[in-house]
Nanobody, 121 residues
Framework: QVQLVESGGGSVQAGGSLKLSCVASIDKVNTCTMGWYRQAPGKERELVSSISSDGTITTADSVKGRFALSRDNARNNARSTLYLQMNSLETEDTAVYFC???????????WGQGTQVTVSS
């Protein structure tokens, strides 16, 4: 059974930090690209950062230098934890953050339920 479970969201003041985690339980997940998206009220969902199976990281310009993505794959190739360290948070970072995994046809197939991040001034 495929599961993506996110945690780590919350409320923080501008300039603060949060770390999001996503535990993905998927067969052969080590071969999958994983990533974080976010969706702010009234806006479209956007990619924050993603990491491919070979470790290549893609990061949105809006968060470069502030957010760091990392990944920890289990040896059994059925579990992977994706982290998003968010520093120097800005009010514009307020959104629901979604974890995503595996994009065999170009689009991510699996999604988490989302975790709210609220940054106040």
């Amino acid at each position: 059974q495929v599961q993506l479970v996110e945690s780590g969201g919350g409320s923080v003041q501008a300039g603060g930090s949060l770390k999001l985690s996503c535990v993905a339980s998927i067969d052969k997940v080590n071969t999958c690209t994983m990533g974080w998206y976010r969706q702010a009220p009234g806006k479209e969902r956007e990619l924050v950062s993603s990491i491919s199976s070979d470790g290549t990281i893609t990061t949105a310009d809006s968060v470069k230098g502030r957010f760091a993505l990392s990944r920890d794959n289990a040896r059994n190739n059925a579990r992977s934890t994706l982290y998003l360290q968010m520093n120097s948070l800005e009010t514009e970072d307020t959104a629901v953050y979604f974890c995503a995994a595996c994009k065999p046809g170009g689009a991510f197939r699996y999604w988490g339920q989302g975790t709210q991040v609220t940054v106040s001034s």
